[in-house]
């Protein structure tokens, strides 16, 4: 068991680019968990998924914002013309249904928007 | 609007000594607490939990305990180790079952330093 990964670990792009992130969760958990952190704050819940179907998503994913988890295996998020405020660390956490409140994190994506 | 909050940014400790940190909640919903570690270019690493059927849980040198009506939970940590050095975070979730299943609303973390 390799833990959750997350590519790529950093990014930088341009105001008004697409980026997209991938997570590989735990082989064998079926429920995926993206969150967002800022400096000096703890994550912030984005979405997640149970299986392949997307269950709940914060106000804080507006329209630009796209998860999938096709086949319900590895996740992506894509943000559509990015903004400066959307720099921050992308987490990405999996569990499984019985423990599904310890989840396990990968080691995020630092998005640069300049 | 904070749900959860940890209002010291940062604590300093000798090692050998205990390390209390301590995190307030205002949603009366939530009835899952748990504590999580990160260290830095690393995601947060799950430490320990507990229900709020109980007020206390104990796993080694780490004990967190809840009182359900002071909306406060904290973490005890003897003794503190160096490595015990990062920055920790409280979590809570609200209603077992439903769509909010799982789902971790954080505070805003505490810088443990131990000091050898």
């Known amino acids: 068991d390799t833990g959750v990964s997350q590519n790529p670990r950093h990014k930088i792009t341009k105001r008004g680019q697409n980026v997209t992130f991938r997570c590989d969760p735990i082989?064998?958990?079926?429920?995926l968990y993206w969150y967002r952190q800022t400096l000096g704050q703890g994550p912030e819940f984005l979405t997640y998924?149970?299986?392949?179907?997307?269950?709940?998503k914060s106000r804080l994913l507006s329209d630009r914002f796209s998860a999938e988890r096709p086949k319900g295996s590895f996740s992506t998020l894509e943000i559509q013309r990015t903004e400066q405020g959307d720099s921050a660390m992308y987490l990405c956490a999996s569990s499984s249904i019985g423990t599904s409140y310890e989840q396990y994190f990968g080691p995020g994506t630092r998005l640069t928007v300049t | 609007d904070q749900q959860v909050k940890q209002n010291s940014p940062s604590l300093s400790v000798q090692e050998g000594r205990i390390s209390i940190l301590n995190c307030d909640y205002t949603n009366s919903m939530f009835d899952y607490f748990l504590w999580y570690k990160k260290y830095p270019a690393e995601g947060p690493t799950f430490l320990i939990s507990i229900s709020s059927i109980k007020d206390k849980n104990e796993d080694g040198r780490f004990t967190v305990f809840l009182n359900k009506s002071a909306k406060h939970l904290s973490l005890h940590i003897v003794p503190s180790q160096p490595g015990d050095s990062a920055v920790y975070f409280c979590a809570a979730s609200a209603g077992a079952g439903g769509t909010s299943y799982g789902k971790l609303t954080f505070g805003q973390g505490t810088i443990l330093t131990v000091h050898p």
């Open positions: 082989s064998e958990h079926n429920r």
């Open positions: 998924f149970q299986n392949e179907a997307q269950l709940e």
